[in-house]
T-cell receptor, first 116, second 114 residues
């Protein structure tokens, strides 16, 4: 069975500091990888995704994530965070069974709290 | 504007009552999903539908029911059989269920059982 582990439930950081939110997955098949962000009392928004090609993917607001197949990880990083980055971040995987259809499997989320 | 709407934003229910949560999308997506979110537990899939008049159980379907009579609408009914219904409910859609597709989420409905 596939699973997603987000190793930190809460990450407090100071503004302008770097941050890494960790995500590891377990899967017997290849996967597609996603990071979603949820601001308080809102739905989720896609932050970035890895489908194929370059293992480093970037978002428009400065986040990046690197797919590491050997370590089955897809950690999210930002070199300098802002107060507005305070949110909950969810890692998700979509197993590719070869039939081309499937559902997302979400991690339990990491709450990023950026302090001034 | 294209998107997903959920109503109501907040919903209160007495024990023993059924309640229906609305989800509408104007993205022309075939696939729609319902998730339940509890603090510290991430999102868990309740039901999904990949086409009109078809839907499948997700991981935690017990105590819930859905219908998909129109492409743009996927209402969720929380029945009295659901033992712990207080949660945040999220509806999502995607063009289809292809594994590489992202899902688009509504703003959610927070259900509280009194």
């Amino acid at each position: 069975a596939q699973s997603v582990t987000q190793l930190d439930s809460q990450v407090p950081v100071f503004e302008e500091a770097p941050v890494e939110l960790r995500c590891n997955y377990s899967s017997s098949v290849s996967v597609y990888l996603f990071w979603y962000v949820q601001y308080p009392n809102q739905g989720l928004q896609l932050l970035l995704k890895y489908l194929s090609g370059s293992t480093l993917v970037e978002s428009i607001n400065g986040f990046e994530a690197e797919f590491n197949k050997s370590q089955t990880s897809f950690h999210l990083r930002k070199p300098s965070v802002h107060i507005s980055d305070t949110a909950e971040y969810f890692c998700a995987v979509s197993p590719n069974y070869g039939g081309s259809q499937g559902n997302l499997i979400f991690g339990k989320g990491t709450k990023l709290s950026v302090k001034p | 504007d294209g998107g997903i709407t959920q109503s109501p934003k907040y919903l209160f229910r007495k024990e023993g009552q059924n309640v229906t949560l609305s989800c509408e999308q104007n993205l022309n997506h075939d696939a729609m999903y319902w998730y339940r979110q509890d603090p510290g537990q991430g999102l868990r899939l309740i039901y999904y539908s990949q086409i009109v008049n078809d839907f499948q159980k997700g991981d935690i379907a017990e105590g819930y029911s859905v219908s998909r009579e129109k492409k743009e609408s996927f209402p969720l009914t929380v029945t009295s059989a659901q033992k712990n219904p207080t949660a945040f409910y999220l509806c999502a859609s995607s063009p289809d269920r292809a594994v590489y597709n992202e899902q688009f989420f509504g703003p959610g409905t927070r259900l509280t059982v009194l």
